[in-house]
């Protein structure tokens, strides 16, 4: 029962404390194993890989495999659902908060403000998985990954051609995933 | 209790149809809940990442709950969370407890490249139809200029970045330059 609890403390905090999603939860993650040996340190590159290669939020992914590793599948439960408890209860009042003020002249400039640097952020967002995707050998190094670059193309193109813009996104990694597979990349 | 189960699906599907993290997660969340359900607006959405990054938590969560709690209070947050978490426990829990190699399958490592290929394209797609929207005048081509310098190559944080742009919002309306 104890481990259940140690759990709960632990993801809790991390809910409560990494500024920044799913990436800030990492360094915290690091942490857990000098006090509970639920996994090593580089059982975390690996919870890493898995996260990113499996549907989900990578921070959420990451919660289920550590609590996943201490205690089976309840510990997976447990840890997620303390992960994200303080998130519902700080989104929820700063959403009943802003409802009383979302007609106030100072909130509304300032999410104007905003707005424009949220679409800065996205592009940083873009900017590291082009990064990654296209320009990063298996060992580190920078290489135009010429089969990846091409499909990206391909696939924007495709995405704007008026007809087909309605079609799902998980259509296109459906695809993704099968071209990644027949041309090995 | 009907739309409950909608959120909740909702969020099912972009949860379990989305690879990567929060920002990642865009294209889908356009898709199903601007798109498709009309639930939200591309501003709202806008709105709950910028508080999303600022407030603690995953922010695929963050935004999860701020669209359920608009929609339906404070159940509609509790299930569209649920939504967004439930695919992950279970396919996690799938991987961790029987396919400990899964990335020493060759199949997953090439799928899983084809995949980010993928999300490369939706991200730029969305990235652009977001800056069509966004930047609408000089002051806000340069907030988002600098923000993408700041945040890319310096230390600073962006709930930092979020604060001081919220701020130039209320000076540039009191100084009579923005309608807000």
Redesign the interface.
Same mark, same amino acid.
């Given at each position: 029962m104890k481990v259940f609890l140690d759990l709960f403390i632990e993801f809790f905090q991390i809910g409560l404390f990494a500024v920044g999603g799913g990436p800030a939860t990492i360094p915290f993650l690091m942490d857990i194993p000098d006090r509970h040996t639920w996994y090593t340190r580089a059982d975390v590159v690996n919870m890493l890989a898995v996260s990113e290669s499996t549907p989900g939020p990578i921070g959420i992914n990451m919660a289920t495999y550590a609590g996943f590793s201490a205690a089976g599948v309840p510990g997976g439960i447990v840890a997620t659902f303390s992960l994200v408890l303080p998130s519902l209860i700080v989104i929820i009042l700063v959403a009943k908060i802003l409802e009383k003020f979302s007609t106030n002249p100072y909130v509304k400039s300032a999410f104007s403000g905003i707005r424009p640097l949220v679409t800065g952020l996205i592009a940083t967002a873009v900017y590291s998985i082009f990064q990654t995707a296209l320009f990063t050998a298996e060992d580190g190094s920078f290489q135009i990954l010429i089969p990846s670059a091409v499909l990206c193309v391909i696939l924007f193109a495709l995405m704007n051609v008026k007809k087909l813009k309605k079609i799902h996104p998980f259509f296109w990694m459906v695809a993704g995933a099968a071209a990644g597979i027949i041309f090995k990349m | 209790m009907k739309e409950l189960i909608q959120l909740y699906l909702a969020f099912f599907r972009i949860? =379990?149809?989305?690879? =990567? =993290? =929060?920002?990642? %997660?865009?294209?889908?969340l356009k898709?199903e809940l601007v798109?498709k359900k009309g639930w939200v607006t591309e501003?709202d959405l806008?709105?709950y990442?910028?508080?999303?990054? #600022?407030?603690?938590?995953?922010?695929?969560?963050?935004v999860s709950?701020?669209v359920g709690?608009?929609r339906k209070g404070?159940p509609g947050?509790?299930f569209s969370?649920l939504g967004?978490?439930s695919?992950?426990?279970v396919? *996690?829990?799938v991987?961790?407890?029987f396919l400990k190699q899964? %990335?020493d399958y060759?199949? /997953?490592v090439?799928?899983?490249?084809?995949?980010?290929?993928?999300? #490369?394209?939706?991200?730029?797609?969305?990235?652009i139809t %977001?800056?069509k929207k966004?930047?609408v005048n000089r002051i806000?081509?340069f907030? #988002? *200029?600098?923000?993408?310098l700041l945040? %890319?190559f310096t230390p600073v944080?962006?709930?930092l970045? /979020?604060i001081v742009?919220?701020?130039?919002?209320?000076i540039?309306?009191k100084a009579g330059k923005?309608q807000?």
């Open positions: - | 949860g =379990g149809l989305t690879f =990567g =993290g =929060g920002l990642t %997660m865009l294209p889908m898709h798109e501003d806008l709105d990442y910028a508080v999303g990054q #600022c407030t603690p938590g995953i922010i695929a969560v963050n709950t701020f709690y608009k404070i947050a509790v969370t967004m978490i695919p992950s426990l396919i *996690i829990s991987i961790a407890a899964f %990335m060759p199949a /997953v090439h799928a899983t490249a084809g995949i980010k290929a993928v999300v #490369c394209a939706l991200m730029l797609n969305t990235v %977001m800056g966004t930047l806000s081509v907030i #988002c *200029i600098a923000g993408f945040a %890319m944080p962006s709930v970045l /979020v742009s919220g701020l130039t919002g209320i540039l309306y923005l807000p």
